[in-house]
């Protein structure tokens, strides 16, 4: 299958300072990837969509403000998490969703290996 | 997104057949029915999907049942391998096809 790549796989930070986190589809278009977080023995919770050249659409209750995202090419996908805080500690994953659709008008869509952020 | 009913955990012995349930009885006729599974400290992977034939693929077999309201992701010969969380997901194909994941099934399988 497709492979999607993200960057860093583990980063620690202060407390206050902003961290970035990259998505790319590496072989194949993605016109739309999904950004998750995870906290330990949890479910994924979707917190927003990437789409290429437009604004993201943030899920219900995640400040969109805190969570920058940017989907600045068709392989790429930034998610930077502003003034860190040791709540923001998790696991965040995301997803790309292939351009060239399959039958029935499913887009297969393909997860990073998440990274794992922690904030002292 | 049509919600799904997945038991918290189940367990098995390697080499073994796995059936893992799915309730999905407010299913629309449009939506697809889609495993995920995540392996511990990974992103999810795809398993398998189908609308309302079985379907087999190299990893797993799917059988819908008749009424769709319900579905059973069947691994043929366990291995440790294959001890992880999955997920059953309906998906529409219009709109941003987002995957809403559930509590899934934790498997745990015994040597």
């Known amino acids: 299958g497709a492979v999607v790549s993200q960057h860093p796989s583990r980063v620690i930070c202060k407390s206050g300072t902003s961290v970035k986190i990259e998505c790319r589809s590496l072989?194949?278009?993605?016109?739309?990837m999904f950004w998750y977080r995870q906290f330990p023995k949890q479910s994924l919770m979707l917190m927003a969509t990437s789409n290429e050249g437009s604004k993201a659409t943030y899920e219900q209750g995640v400040e969109k403000d805190k969570f920058l995202i940017n989907h600045a090419s068709l392989t790429l996908s930034t998610l930077t998490v502003t003034s860190a805080h040791p709540e923001d500690s998790s696991f965040y994953i995301c997803?790309?969703?292939?351009?060239?659709?399959?039958?029935?008008?499913?887009?297969?869509?393909?997860f990073g290996p998440g990274t794992r952020l922690t904030v002292l | 997104d049509a919600k799904t009913t997945q038991p918290n955990s189940m367990e098995s012995n390697e080499e073994e057949p796995v059936h893992l349930p799915c309730n999905h009885s407010?299913?629309?006729?449009?939506?697809?029915i889609h495993w995920y599974r995540q392996l511990p400290s990974q992103g999810p992977e795809y398993v398998i999907h189908g609308l309302t034939s079985n379907v087999n693929n190299r990893m797993a077999s799917l059988a819908i049942a008749e009424d769709r309201k319900s579905s059973t992701l069947i691994l043929h010969r366990a291995t440790l391998r294959d001890a992880a969380v999955y997920y059953c997901i309906l998906i529409g194909v219009q709109g941003a096809q987002k995957l809403v994941f559930g509590q899934g099934t934790r498997l745990t399988i015994n040597p």
């Open positions: 997803s790309a969703r292939d351009r060239g659709g399959l039958a029935g008008g499913w887009n297969e869509q393909f």
């Open positions: 072989d194949f278009q993605a016109t739309t």
């Open positions: 407010t299913i629309s006729g449009t939506d697809y």
